[in-house]
């Protein structure tokens, strides 16, 4: 079944089968308010295959989102549609709770081939609940039971699931403390500065705290981050950061945990984010691509943190057969084809063809990346500038255009004293570039503080002419917006065009 790509014009949003109409509508009147994606993406996919999904209205789409950034080769991938298929016909059973199986040994072994050297020679793996959540919940619980501390270290615009509730409202719940640190955000710097200046100051906020008897920050039991903040706005945490927190951990006896549940394989331009810095990770958090398509979540760690008891972090689904096998023949493919090598080269010719575009539109505040995770923050350059912090230097991440479009949102230098930083952030833009790439057969991702940050998270597979379409289409929807009412909107929210069946303005949703 081959789905051939979509031509680049604008499709009417008014030509919905039945079908759909009725599909979407049964969706608003049934499913829950909390409903996150279907609320900007009123589309009804029956079909897919690589980068294009096709809609029950006979659209086909441009994927850019690409289930949050889980499919690293796309839909349908014929090896991972193998790789179900073989588990299917050899009669092995779908559930067998977290027992040993052929297909699970297979898994196991190709992730240990992918983890960073130092790591993959003494570690373990815990298989969780299905979702990065659940996984992250794992790595807290490790870290507090192998050091016997309780609070954790972790950082500003952070986003690492949805289950800190309901692990709150559990029988045996802990005491849940949590020092929020600055993450080195070159575009909106809480110091100012930007650029490896303010990366380094971030760093000497985290040391001041942990070494000042009195800053009422207890020695903690772990520190978690994310080397690119995926949801937080596509910003990528420079290396040298990265080494400092590593170094700042080892030397407190702090475990690190690392967060890749959207950075991992292959994404950033490395199998591993962590492996740009050369940080190794005490424990590392995995899900997402890791399951080719399907739901899988996992967390490896040192051996000497395995202290915790049989039974503590159980689970009925941790032993999804079919995701064991489309995860490692996703691993297998991106290792084995140099996908993540790739994933480096496309992003990087990516982001310059942006960074073009925010030179002609000063709505375009910043472009940053890393890989294959591109970011677009989109700013109301008319608007009193200087409230949310300032833009820095240029190249302190090597992937941040903070400095260029410092010149975009109106601000002078930093080392200036009239610099007053970038304008503010337009969720309304932002909301309406959505609306018009998916006119124009786009999908893709909102996200960043303000829901003002354009996200691309195309599969590892993306041809250079995939790659162009997507920019094209991109560049058309954004003028197109611009030419927009879109600021009339009531709540600062753009409302949707095609999407007649919400009542509520677009939520940013994760
Ligand atoms: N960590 C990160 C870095 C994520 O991006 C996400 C999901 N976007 C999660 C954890 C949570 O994963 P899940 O939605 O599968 O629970």
Redesign the pocket.
């Known amino acids: 079944m081959a789905v051939t790509e979509p031509a680049s014009a604008v499709v009417p949003a008014d030509r919905p089968t039945v079908a759909h109409e009725g599909i979407l509508r049964r969706q608003s009147l049934r499913e829950s308010a909390a409903r996150t994606y279907a609320r900007s993406l009123p589309i009804v996919p029956v079909r897919a295959r690589g980068l294009t999904i096709e809609g029950a209205d006979g659209r086909r789409y441009l994927d850019c989102l690409s289930g949050?950034?889980t499919l690293a080769l796309g839909h349908n991938h014929p090896v991972v549609l193998e790789a179900i298929k073989k588990v299917i016909d050899s009669g092995a059973p779908l559930h067998v709770l977290d027992l040993a199986t052929p297909v699970k040994d297979a898994f196991t072994t190709e992730l240990f081939e992918t983890l960073p050297g130092p790591l993959a020679d003494n570690a373990r793996v815990q298989f969780c609940g299905?979702?990065?959540?659940?996984?992250?919940e794992a790595a807290l619980k490790l870290v507090r039971t192998a050091t016997g501390r309780s609070g954790l270290l972790a950082f500003t615009g952070?986003?690492?699931?949805?289950?800190a509730g309901a692990l709150d409202v559990s029988g045996g719940a802990s005491d849940v403390r949590v020092t929020r640190l600055p993450y080195p955000y070159d575009y909106r710097c809480p110091f100012g500065t930007g650029g490896e200046r303010g990366a380094e100051l971030s760093a000497r906020w985290t040391t001041g705290l942990l070494d000042d008897p009195k800053s009422g920050v207890a020695r903690p039991a772990g520190m978690i981050l994310?080397p690119v903040?995926?949801?937080g706005g596509v910003i990528p945490a420079p290396d040298s950061w990265m080494r400092r927190m590593r170094e700042i951990t080892a030397d407190r006896s702090i475990p690190l945990i690392v967060?890749?549940?959207?950075?991992g394989v292959g994404r950033t331009g490395k199998f591993w984010a962590v492996e740009h810095s050369g940080t190794v990770p005490d424990v590392m958090?995995m899900?997402?691509a890791i399951g080719g398509s399907l739901?899988l979540?996992v967390i490896v760690y040192r051996a000497d943190l395995d202290a915790w008891e049989p039974g503590a972090h159980a689970g009925t689904f941790r032993g999804n057969q079919l995701a064991m096998a489309a995860g490692a023949a996703t691993m297998a493919y991106v290792r084995k084809n140099g996908l993540a090598e790739r994933a480096g080269e496309l992003g990087a010719r990516m982001l310059g063809r942006l960074r073009q575009l925010a030179a002609e539109h000063p709505v375009i505040g910043d472009v940053r990346g890393r890989g294959l995770m591109i970011g677009i923050e989109l700013v109301d350059p008319e608007a009193a500038a200087g409230h949310s912090g300032t833009a820095g230097q240029s190249g302190a991440a090597g992937e941040s255009g903070a400095a260029q479009q410092a010149v975009n949102a109106g601000g002078s230098r930093p080392d200036g004293d009239s610099f007053t930083g970038p304008a503010p952030a337009s969720t309304a833009l932002a909301a309406a570039v959505q609306r018009e790439c998916l006119r124009r057969g786009l999908i893709v991702e909102v996200g960043g503080r303000h829901s003002a940050v354009v996200r691309l998270l195309p599969p590892l597979t993306l041809t250079d002419e995939q790659a162009d379409a997507v920019l094209d289409r991109f560049a058309d929807a954004l003028a197109a917006a611009e030419r927009s009412p879109y600021r009339q909107v009531e709540g600062g929210h753009a409302r949707h065009d095609t999407q007649r069946y919400r009542r509520e303005p677009i939520q940013h949703s994760?």
């Open positions: 949050a950034g299905p979702a990065g959540t659940d996984a992250v952070a986003y690492h699931g949805m289950t994310e903040q995926g949801e967060d890749e549940v959207q950075t958090v899900s997402k739901p979540a994760y």
